[in-house]
């Protein structure tokens, strides 16, 4: 039997590369011709002699050997190989360290960032960050019950930001299927969570549907006395009908007067990230009053980058508050008209008044196509289409500028 004295003074005789000192219990030390010192513990497995390695000395002791050596004769009298559990035991551990849910969303994340759309890759990991991880993000993945991910949802709920909870919990969910794809876990809590929060009220975004008020609305622009940039980004909005974005942000190079069009490129588009690097410019074909509404627009800031530039500094477009507030100068609250309203205006009327397909005005509203044929679908068999009806389009507000006002 060693003692720690015996352990301490132990030498490899100059002759030797190694030296074994018995402790008993087939608990040895070994001694390398350059003095290092381990412990071993050989057994029998299967007919075949092996030994499993504990450790240093004097980092383990003599006492912590023979403690780990009573514990590996406990686990080979359970039929299993001491040294293929600790191999196990260890894989977990690393395992472990790549399974807490944070690692895993921080992961999922850096797969998806390549085709998901910066402002979106920027709010799913924002909000992760503020509100999941702190909660869950060091737990396993398989230790994640409903109940557990339910916790810190009810907390963002309870600020009033239900549509954020139920971004959330969607969001973990596909956190979690990430991981059932990966083995990590076998089990996804999130889908468990539908209907335990409350449900999102959506609000349509205000908008004039009914011709008569179109028509005053139009009348409002034409009377408006405000900048001339403020008027024709009215006029532009109800004539084009596109994302408010692309409006204010309207670059003089994507104006083709020769081609009576607008050409919107890809990046510039509300898409995938793999949409805007490879996908198609958008088309807007202009009617005439459109086509002299930028010409109008030409004599002021036809020199600069931007057809709506910043009134502060030209290296910018203009503010995204600009029709909104022009539209509330006008006595259109934000209750009746939005920017953005002048989409479902324009697909509302022409749908019920002047029976436009609408799928002629979805391609020119540039909504992605679902179904078999996505993306892939021609948009060119439908240009010439889109410009007979921006053409309808333009004329009927004319005509609708003309009509009668409505009594109030």
């Known amino acids: 039997?060693?003692?720690?004295?015996?352990?301490?003074?132990?030498?490899?005789?100059?002759?030797?590369?190694?030296?074994?000192?018995?402790?008993?219990?087939?608990?040895?030390?070994?001694?390398?011709?350059?003095?290092?010192?381990?412990?071993?513990?050989?057994?029998?497995?299967?007919?075949?002699?092996?030994?499993?390695?504990?450790?240093?000395?004097?980092?383990?002791?003599?006492?912590?050997?023979?403690?780990?050596?009573?514990?590996?004769?406990?686990?080979?009298?359970?039929?299993?190989?001491?040294?293929?559990?600790?191999?196990?035991?260890?894989?977990?551990?690393?395992?472990?360290?790549?399974?807490?849910?944070?690692?895993?969303?921080?992961?999922?994340?850096?797969?998806?960032?390549?085709?998901?759309?910066?402002?979106?890759?920027?709010?799913?990991?924002?909000?992760?960050?503020?509100?999941?991880?702190?909660?869950?993000?060091?737990?396993?993945?398989?230790?994640?019950?409903?109940?557990?991910?339910?916790?810190?949802?009810?907390?963002?709920?309870?600020?009033?930001?239900?549509?954020?909870?139920?971004?959330?919990?969607?969001?973990?969910?596909?956190?979690?299927?990430?991981?059932?794809?990966?083995?990590?876990?076998?089990?996804?809590?999130?889908?468990?969570?539908?209907?335990?929060?409350?449900?999102?009220?959506?609000?349509?975004?205000?908008?004039?549907?009914d011709p008569r008020k179109a028509g005053d609305l139009m009348r409002a622009i034409d009377d408006y006395r405000g900048l001339p940039a403020t008027r024709e980004a009215l006029l532009l909005s109800a004539l084009l009908f596109q994302r408010p974005g692309n409006i204010r942000a309207m670059e003089w190079s994507w104006v083709d007067f020769d081609g009576s069009q607008v050409v919107i490129p890809a990046a510039s588009m509300k898409r995938t990230k793999q949409a805007k690097l490879n996908g198609e410019p958008h088309l807007v074909p202009l009617a005439p009053q459109a086509v002299a509404s930028l010409r109008r627009m030409k004599v002021l800031t036809g020199r600069g980058r931007y057809v709506f530039p910043s009134l502060l500094t030209g290296e910018r477009p203009m503010s995204d508050n600009t029709v909104n507030t022009a539209l509330r100068r006008m006595g259109f609250d934000n209750t009746e008209m939005t920017a953005h309203g002048f989409r479902a205006m324009a697909r509302t009327i022409m749908v019920d008044q002047l029976r436009?397909?609408?799928?002629?005005?979805?391609?020119?509203?540039?909504?992605?196509?679902?179904?078999?044929?996505?993306?892939?679908?021609?948009r060119t068999q439908l240009k010439e289409q889109r410009r007979e009806m921006m053409v309808l389009w333009a004329n009927y507000l004319d005509q609708l500028r003309l009509s009668k006002p409505m009594t109030s």
Not at 21 to 27: K, R, V, Y
Not at 66 to 87: I, M, N, S, Y
Not at 132 to 149: R, S
Not at 356 to 378: M, R, W
Request: proline share 4%; net charge positive; hydrophobic share 35%.
């Open 356 to 378: 436009v397909n609408p799928e002629v005005i979805e391609e020119q509203l540039a909504h992605g196509k679902s179904g078999p044929l996505g993306t892939a679908y021609n």
């Open 1 to 209: 039997m060693l003692t720690e004295l015996a352990c301490k003074n132990a030498s490899c005789p100059s002759d030797k590369k190694r030296a074994r000192f018995s402790d008993g219990g087939n608990l040895y030390l070994e001694v390398a011709s350059n003095d290092s010192k381990r412990w071993f513990w050989k057994y029998t497995v299967g007919g075949k002699e092996k030994r499993l390695a504990i450790g240093s000395y004097p980092a383990v002791k003599l006492k912590e050997a023979r403690a780990a050596r009573d514990e590996a004769r406990k686990v080979l009298q359970t039929g299993a190989d001491p040294t293929q559990r600790r191999r196990l035991d260890k894989a977990k551990v690393r395992a472990t360290a790549v399974t807490t849910y944070e690692k895993v969303a921080r992961e999922f994340h850096a797969l998806k960032q390549r085709e998901w759309s910066d402002a979106h890759s920027t709010k799913w990991l924002r909000l992760q960050e503020s509100n999941l991880f702190p909660w869950i993000g060091g737990l396993p993945l398989g230790e994640i019950t409903a109940n557990v991910l339910l916790e810190p949802l009810r907390r963002v709920e309870g600020k009033g930001l239900n549509e954020t909870a139920v971004s959330l919990r969607q969001y973990a969910g596909q956190v979690f299927r990430y991981g059932i794809a990966t083995g990590r876990c076998e089990d996804d809590p999130a889908t468990k969570l539908r209907g335990a929060l409350g449900a999102v009220i959506v609000k349509n975004m205000a908008a004039v549907l």
